[in-house]
Nanobody
Framework: QVQLVESGGGLVQAGGSLRLSCAAS????????MGWFRQAPGKEREFVAA????????YYADFVKGRFTISTDNAKNTVYLQMNSLKPEDTAVYYC?????????????????WGQGTQVTVSS
């Protein structure tokens, strides 16, 4: 089992920045893919970014390229999502997830473990 706890969400003005954290505990993580997803009210859950725990591979949704950066701190068992140049359309609940399979990092249905989510609200 893997337990994931997100933090760092909040209210920010458009153009501002937030850094989300996802603290992982439980089984060893070296072969997991860690992902960030988001879900806005009335919309489907969508992929934001993913990273292999070793940090060797990263994946981004087109709409966050150049604005968001995913990273890991192995010593702290923590995954980060640095979000810059935030837009009102980035408003959503952001979820951290872990996938035991490396083959489909963009598809939320393949992920095995999920955090409780953290709210990000961007005001215009």
């Amino acid at each position: 089992q893997v337990q994931l706890v997100e933090s760092g969400g909040g209210l920010v003005q458009a153009g501002g920045s937030l850094r989300l954290s996802c603290a992982a505990s439980g089984r060893t993580f070296s072969n997991l893919v860690m992902g960030w997803f988001r879900q806005a009210p009335g919309k489907e859950r969508e992929f934001v970014a993913a990273i292999t725990w070793s940090g060797g591979s990263t994946y981004y949704a087109d709409f966050v390229k150049g604005r968001f950066t995913i990273s890991t701190d192995n010593a702290k068992n923590t995954v980060y999502l640095q979000m810059n140049s935030l837009k009102p359309e980035d408003t959503a609940v952001y979820y951290c997830a872990a996938d035991r399979s490396p083959y489909s990092p963009r598809f939320w249905r393949t992920y095995d473990y999920w955090g409780q989510g953290t709210q990000v609200t961007v005001s215009s």
